[in-house]
């Protein structure tokens, strides 16, 4: 049996609301050495295995003992929260943007308290 027959067999490729709740853009396969003494991931790319079952590269023979793990969307949509303290006027948790800063997060924060008169941060 192959990755896709395995997903195949489970039924989600028709159904539809799996499908749009899947990240597609990496699925693993976790698979232990012959000894059973250490795992690896192997990842791949499940849109691509969908669209193109005979692409040996990502369709592996599974073993036994193997997992195979497909993610959630929400996993990597879910906002991500960053936190300050310290000398500003509004020390707590953030939404991260992208490209932010740390100058984003201090301007985001109030600017630092007006008792300050050195600069020193920790990351």
């Known amino acids: 049996m192959k990755i896709y027959d395995l997903i195949f067999r489970s039924g989600a490729l028709v ?5 749009d709740k899947v990240y597609m853009d990496r699925a693993d396969l976790i698979r232990s050495n ?15 295995l969908i669209k193109n ?11 036994d003992g ?14 991500k929260p960053v936190s300050i303290n310290g000398s500003v006027r509004n020390p707590g948790n953030y939404i991260f943007k992208t490209n932010m800063t740390i100058k984003d997060l201090i301007l985001e924060a109030g600017g630092v308290s007006k008792n300050v008169y050195t600069y020193r941060v920790e990351i």
Request: no cysteine; proline share 7%; charged share 25%.
């Open 66 to 79: 193997d997992l195979v793990r497909i993610y959630s969307n929400e996993i990597f949509d879910s906002p």
């Open 34 to 48: 012959p000894m059973k003494t250490s795992t690896r991931i192997i990842p791949f790319d499940l849109g691509e």
């Open 15 to 19: 159904d539809q609301s799996w499908l």
């Open 53 to 63: 079952v005979n692409n040996i590269d990502i369709n592996w023979t599974l073993e």
